[in-house]
């Protein structure tokens, strides 16, 4: 997206209020707020006044959603589509898959550590020749 606004700003600070980022972004508060219940990835943390604390990243999502409302005429919708399609879902994995995982690895630890273990050699008789072969 190029550089931020917030350079142009002569702002270079690690959290902003709404107000610093609705004149930064160009966007009234409410229209902040409105987008914070619609777009659950805008969810700026709050101080223990109550009062927005934006970071950086939090900015631009906001310049991006911004650009895909205004610019590329993006919906609501559209925009929660693409950053849904865009972010990890949060997978839920049971307790038991994370202690088989943790206890196969901790196999595999086990068999680093020893080292290359080297198989007895097994006698089979050569039908052939009446020899015995080692393998």
Known sequence: MGALPHKQ???????????EISRIAGIEPHVLRYWESEFSFLKPRKNK?????????????????KNLLYREKYTIAGVKKKFGSKTLKKSSVS????????????????????GPRRKK???????????????
Request: zero cysteines.
């Open 9 to 19: 700003a002569g702002t270079d600070k690690l959290f902003y209020k709404i107000g």
């Open 49 to 65: 006044t109550g009062q927005r604390t934006y970071t950086r990243k939090d900015l631009e999502l906001v310049l991006q959603i």
């Open 95 to 114: 307790m038991e898959t994370i202690q088989g995982v943790k206890k196969r690895l901790k196999e595999i630890l086990g068999t680093l550590n020893r």
């Open 121 to 135: 050699p097994r006698v089979v008789p050569d039908k052939n020749n009446g020899s015995r072969l080692f393998l």
